[in-house]
């Protein structure tokens, strides 16, 4: 089965549901929505976000009477309370991401990313939604600047979440993966704007980065709304590039100046530490950080070996410059 014939099977399991992305106007929710009216039998896709202008420029794309679109801030409980109202499943993609932006407005990223997931778990729980993933990063893994730090504790708050409902519907899971190739924000687009002006930038030839593509990023959260019992954190099988290969693979033979890490940012990046590592079990397609609290086991799936390290750096995943350009030309 192909990528897209196998998203459009797994797409089925939003047939007849209500679902909400917050955040649904971002590179993510975009992608999430048009897939999901292309590709399911939903009942209706509401996305929620507080760009009035995006919601404007979706509509004009997409025509369906399934879509709704919400103009609100995750930050406003009110809101949400209107916005979660008989929706059964919950996308939460909205967040706070530019690292140096996050760096300089600390207290605004604080309130997006985690006070906006406290009043999320709380509406959805009041609301009687049925099932919520959150989207999460590698940065999250052993953070190193305020916006990993902030996805960190999002993570912590989802999977505490499944003890605060209780008896209660409401579950809660996490998916965390690494770079989408081609988002907003990703250096994909920029190494491509930088070819046509003739040098690229790039902070250390040494630094390492896991990729996904978007069709990979909504795959695994069809997969976690699938396999979820409550507090999992479902992680992709992905591969890495070193920067100097990704800039070859883009601008083949265009000069490169080196500028130097920003602050924040890390050689490596981790999808799994090694504490989380002897609760990691291999599903096969996906990796799962089971809870350290609670029965909720798989029903298959092998624990991973003692000295299981999955780190950017591992030179097991890393792609030769031919696999890298084969990983680009499969981009939309």
């Not at 976000?49 to 404007?56: G, N, T, V």
């Not at 080196?258 to 609760?279: F, Y």
Request: aromatic residues 6%; glycine residues 8%; contains cysteine.
């Amino acid at each position: 089965m192909d990528r897209d014939s196998k998203l459009r099977a797994l797409m089925s399991s939003l047939d007849g549901k209500c679902v909400l992305v917050t955040g649904g106007t971002g590179s993510f929710g975009r992608a999430f929505v048009q897939a999901a009216l292309a590709h399911s039998d939903v009942a209706k896709i509401i996305v929620f976000s507080r760009d009035e202008q995006k919601h404007y420029a979706l509509g004009q794309q997409v025509r369906d009477p399934r879509l709704r679109c919400f103009v609100g801030d995750i930050r406003d409980r009110d809101r949400l309370r209107s916005a979660f109202r008989n929706v059964d499943i919950i996308v939460h993609a909205a967040a706070m991401k530019h690292v140096p932006i996050c760096e300089y407005n600390p207290l605004e990223a604080i309130h997006t990313n985690i006070t906006g997931a406290k009043n999320l778990i709380e509406m959805a729980i009041e609301c009687g939604v049925s099932r919520v993933v959150a989207l999460s990063t590698d940065k999250a893994v052993a953070p190193a600047n305020l916006y990993g730090a902030t996805k960190l504790c999002m993570e912590r708050l989802l999977i505490a979440a499944n003890a605060y409902s209780g008896d209660l519907p409401t579950r809660f899971s996490v998916v965390r993966y690494g770079n989408v190739m081609g988002s907003a924000g990703s250096v994909i687009p920029l190494f491509e704007k930088q070819r046509d002006r003739g040098c690229l930038t790039i902070t250390d030839k040494r630094m390492t980065r896991f990729w996904i593509s978007m069709n990979g990023a909504m795959q695994l959260v069809l997969q976690a709304l699938r396999m979820m019992q409550g507090g999992e954190v479902f992680v992709p099988k992905l591969p890495t590039t070193d920067i100097e290969t990704l800039a070859e693979a883009i601008a083949p033979g265009v000069p490169r100046e080196e500028i130097g890490i920003r602050p924040g940012e890390k050689l490596h990046e981790t999808l799994i530490s090694p504490e989380e590592a002897a609760r990691t079990v291999d599903l096969g397609e996906v990796l799962m950080i089971q809870p350290d609290f609670g029965d909720a086991r798989p029903a298959s799936g092998e624990p991973v070996n003692d000295d299981f390290y999955y780190a950017s750096d591992r030179e097991d995943l890393r792609l030769t410059l031919a696999a890298t350009r084969d990983l680009l030309a499969a981009m939309p």
